[in-house]
């Protein structure tokens, strides 16, 4: 199953990106900040490629 998007799942997936990036948002070189909105908009990318474990919190049990 392919992950929902939504805007709280947009938001904490920006949460959990790379520090560097989250802080070079706001620097003043144009080029740092290229580089932190792609490492951030490929971040968030890549988990929405990610399927959702809705069992993430059960135990798998062999058959």
Do not use: F, K, N, Y
């Amino acid at each position: 199953m392919a992950s929902v998007i939504t805007a709280e799942r947009i938001a904490d997936l920006i949460e959990q990106a790379p520090g560097w990036a989250l802080v070079a948002l706001t620097v003043s070189q144009e080029r740092l900040r290229a580089d932190a909105r792609r490492e951030v908009a490929e971040h968030v990318d890549s988990a929405l490629d990610q399927p959702i474990d809705v069992e993430a919190g059960l135990l798998r049990l062999p058959l």
